[in-house]
């Protein structure tokens, strides 16, 4: 009897990786089809002046308007299109995007501000990688400057001459660069020391808790001390109250980001914002 139910068990287990095999493989391909149909938007967050007053900057994050299961949000998708290996095609699909949404800003009398990027370890091993940004900067004639690249501190981490010398690239092509959710990977002071990072992205979980978690606000505060001593800015990611808005201000943060001020948007309505604020 328990051996039969356990067949049993055994066989919907297997129906079950199967169909959960089919719906990846067919996400797989749909996702390749989204990048090439369109069907994959970039959104922009604003990134505010340390006081709050102003627009910044912003950043670019991607999502997925799938046909039958609506929008998507990153955490819904990039894991598949690691998986795949789709992740370096969809960052330079972006990257596009955005080239031709400050050109489109330009035309229409609008300065949109420098745009960060996020970068995969994938886009950023990938040999071609400087040659295909310094196209992109030309085709639609984009200043290196206008630009921001995020990374994570994993895709950093190895001790790699050829890393070193892209971003270094990249930096003479006016391109700021910055470590993204800094404080949750496994990167090293020293690739932090090395390399050409100009900004701090710190992570939203420890901001979260600013200023009742004293753990939290122990981190912070070092990371502000250390990049005041590094000589490189810090961006305070998911910025949502007035408390940790206020207690990060008294503490000196460059830049602030979050549901407080706004939420991700289309094209179309950053613009409306930025002709709003001017
Ligand atoms: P990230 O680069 O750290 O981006 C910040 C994420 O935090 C975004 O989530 C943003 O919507 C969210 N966020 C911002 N402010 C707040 C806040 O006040 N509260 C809360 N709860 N969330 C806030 P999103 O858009 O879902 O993106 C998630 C992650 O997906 C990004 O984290 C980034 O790692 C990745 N991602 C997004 N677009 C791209 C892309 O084009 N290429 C690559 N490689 N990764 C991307
Ligand atoms: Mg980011
Ligand atoms: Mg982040
Ligand atoms: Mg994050």
Not at 55 to 82: D, K, N, T
Not at 171 to 192: E, N, Q
Not at 225 to 241: T, Y
Request: proline residues 3%; contains cysteine; negative net charge.
């Amino acid at each position: 009897q328990a051996k039969a139910y356990g067949r049993r068990q055994a066989q919907y287990f297997n129906q079950d990786v199967s169909a959960s095999a089919k719906a990846s493989f067919l996400m797989e391909h749909q996702l390749i089809e989204a990048i090439s149909n369109h069907d994959l938007s970039v959104f922009y967050q604003p990134i505010m002046s340390g006081d709050a007053q102003s627009i910044v900057g912003c950043e670019a994050l991607v999502r997925w308007q799938h046909h039958s299961l609506g929008f998507l949000s990153p955490g819904e998708f990039l894991p598949l299109a690691y998986e795949v290996g789709l992740i370096a095609e969809l960052d330079f699909w972006v990257l596009e995007q955005v080239c031709k949404d400050i050109k489109l800003s330009r035309d229409r009398g609008l300065a949109m501000p420098i745009v960060a990027v996020n970068l995969s370890a994938d886009a950023l091993v990938d040999p071609l990688l400087t040659d295909k940004v310094w196209d992109l900067l030309e085709q639609y004639q984009v200043q290196g400057s206008q630009l921001e690249l995020e990374m994570i501190e994993d895709a950093i981490k190895d001790d790699s001459s050829l890393l070193q010398q892209t971003l270094e690239q990249l930096v003479r092509m006016g391109i700021k660069l910055s470590i993204d959710d800094f404080g949750t990977g496994y990167s090293s002071l020293l690739r932090l020391k090395n390399l050409p990072f100009t900004t701090l992205k710190i992570d939203r979980s420890f901001i979260e808790d600013l200023p009742k978690s004293a753990d939290d606000c122990a981190i912070t505060l070092s990371i502000l001390g250390m990049a005041k001593g590094l000589g490189v800015s810090v961006v305070a990611e998911g910025v949502e109250n007035d408390e940790q808005e206020r207690w990060l201000q008294q503490q000196g943060c460059n830049y602030l980001q979050g549901f407080k001020y706004y939420k991700p948007m289309p094209r179309d309505d950053l613009f409306k914002v930025l002709i709003g604020v001017k």
